[in-house]
């Protein structure tokens, strides 16, 4: 280097000299620190961009995604299509987390219930025309077992599908106007709406135009599809026969506001937020108030904020009221107001009038509606169910006789509206003529039931087949005078929303000998309700045997018609001011 170092200068640069030899030799001179070994992950974009940012928080801190999370990342359930046609065409069902991904196209493989699909459809608000409604009918004559049930979303599914028919029947759909797009997964589900929307004489809004645009929004979005878990959206307008939007992650009641609150006065859609019942939880009022036609955007808005922040590592706690609990609702408020860039106007309770009260009988039965010298009529499905025929049926009356409307409700029933006052009494002659009525007792009127273990892998019970035992047994037996709602679920999924019936049965395995045997059993809680009742049931008894549940419901409604205050108390009411301990000495004194 022509400089002459002195001798401890020489010595120090032999010694640095050797050190870096040694440090090439380990593989380590041009070696990257450790904090930069791996190469920074891109930055995802595209409409995966914000569900897979969350998912890379959670494993930033430490946290193992589920195998669900796993499965959006590395292929969302709505790019699957091809493989799962693929699969119709060997006629193949799905295996490990495809099952999971063909739900983002509405099948669901059944198995080992039933060896087949159940398809669940779209019914925004749910309404269809005559046409559609036959249409689905053939689908399920052609594709699958020849019925369909209606669910407790106001929705239908088509059930019994063969491993060949899944594409077929989702490529029917679309030709009806329909689409079972989202229907399942990790997804926006069906959009439900009041039922008697637009010819309710008491209601403060018609939902439909809102719950179709919000159907139309999620159906154009990509972005919106892979959610931490399910998210269910409705709208009441406050007519007399609810939507149970108190039950949703996101509920919109139709509410009338008084002047002198810093708003127009008028009526604007209050927002419920983190219903979840089967988690013992209603959506409770956040005070905040939207103009019904920015409700799409608000509700845009909060499901951004979920998918930002909903957990992704534990299946349990993974739905929108967890991220209230864990935030509060000014917190996650204040995320929904940085999505939209404006602030959401905010009213207290005593601006807002009291809601309009449902009545409990109204999807039942001839009723006039707000068009003068025309009627919505009820029909009963028993537990939900019909077949091709009766739709068929169903939709031809729709056609001749009404307006050729179909309207389905939460409460798993049909309504057939715009029915002139001179044909009321002919439609209901060809209803019975179907099989079915237009009549129900004080039971059956309030009787709801999942799909049980006759067709889902995670029912312990046969739900509907012990809904039907019950009504059978009480009805010829007890004589009621106020309406009652009886909720049989087969887990603690509640589809059926056991914990706001009056009665609410939950299925069980109930053992019957040492050995670990069982049997189809439930435990039964009294004492919920919705609306402006709302009250989250509690248990009165464990492990009632399947087939001993009609006995047990018709003390339970003896005992209330014998020692309720007056006439006018209600089932719930009887059993809410009663501990559980009282409440059974009272059973067993009618036995």
Known sequence: ???????????????????????????????APASAAKPAAAE?????????RAMARFEAQGRKLVNEEKAKREELGLDSYGRMKQHAREGAFPKGVDVFRWKFHGLFYVAPTQDSYMCRLRIPNGILKYWQFAGVADLAAVHGGGYTHVTTRANLQIREIPATGGPAV??????????????????????TGGPTAGIDPQELIDTRPYALDWHHHILADRSLYGLPRKFNVAFDGGGRVGALEDTNDIGFQAVEVADGHGVAPGVWFRVVLGGITGHADFARDTGVIVRPDEASEVADAMVRVFIDHGDRTDRKKARLK????????????????????????????????PRPEPDRLAHIGVHPQKQAGLNWVGVVLPTGRMSVEQMHGLARLARDLGDGELRLTVWQ???????????????EAAVA??????????????????????????????????AEAIARHCEDRVALDLPVNIHVTGCPHSCAQHYIGDIGLVGARVPVNEDGDTVDGFHLVVG???????AIARELYRDVKADEAPVVVEGLLRAWLAHRADAAETLARFTRRHEPEALRALVEETR
Do not use: W
Not at 44 to 52: E, L, M, R
Not at 326 to 338: D, H, I, N, R
Not at 528 to 534: I, L, T
């Open 170 to 191: 989702l490529e029917g759909l679309i030709g009806l106007g329909l689409t079972a797009r989202g229907s399942g997964a990790d997804n926006i589900r069906n959009v």
């Open 433 to 466: 003529a179907l099989g079915l009525s237009t009549r129900a007792t004080h039971i059956r009127a309030g009787l709801v039931a999942c799909t049980g273990s006759m067709g889902c892998r995670f029912a312990n019970a046969d739900t509907k087949g012990t």
């Open 44 to 52: 995802p974009t595209g409409p995966d961009a914000a569900a897979h």
């Open 1 to 31: 280097m022509g400089t002459d170092f002195a001798p401890e200068q020489k010595r120090y640069l032999e010694g640095f000299v050797a050190g870096l030899a040694a440090t090439r030799a380990a593989g380590g001179l041009n070696a």
């Open 528 to 534: 919920g309700g919705f609306g402006s009742d709302a």
């Open 413 to 427: 029933n049909v309504i057939l509206s715009g029915v002139p006052d001179d044909k009321v009494a002919l439609m």
């Open 322 to 353: 967890y991220v209230l609990d864990a935030f509060g609702f000014e917190k996650f408020l204040a995320l929904a107001e940085e999505k939209l860039g404006r602030s959401l106007p905010r009213v207290p309770a005593s601006a807002v009038a």
